[in-house]
Nanobody
């Protein structure tokens, strides 16, 4: 089992920045792809970003391309999501995700995600 703990959410004005962190614990000896999804009230969970085990490959949802950057530090079992130029429509609960294997495709589709964090709230005011 892998446990995921997110942090870094909060309230920010439009145009501002936030950095989310997700620390993995438990059975972290495997090669897990990591990623982020988000869910706004009344909407389905949406893919945000994914990164391969090595960190060499990334993928982003269309709505965040060019504004968000995903990265990871395997020595710290941590994945980050740097969010810039935030918009009110970015308001959501952001969930950290871990895949069963190392390729980033394992965290793009929600049914393929092996582990989820509890989520952290991001609110962007206009």
């Amino acid at each position: 089992q892998v446990q995921l703990a997110e942090s870094g959410g909060g309230l920010v004005q439009a145009g501002g920045s936030l950095r989310l962190s997700c620390v993995a614990s438990g059975r972290t000896d495997g090669s897990h792809a990591m990623g982020w999804h988000r869910q706004a009230p009344g909407k389905e969970r949406e893919f945000v970003a994914a990164i391969s085990w090595s960190g060499g490959s990334t993928s982003y949802g269309d709505s965040v391309k060019g504004r968000f950057t995903i990265s990871r530090d395997n020595d710290k079992n941590t994945v980050y999501l740097q969010m810039n130029s935030l918009k009110p429509e970015d308001t959501a609960v952001y969930y950290c995700a871990a895949g069963m294997y190392g390729g980033f495709s394992w965290v793009i589709r929600a049914p393929d995600v092996a582990y989820w964090g509890q989520g952290t709230q991001v609110t962007v005011s206009s």
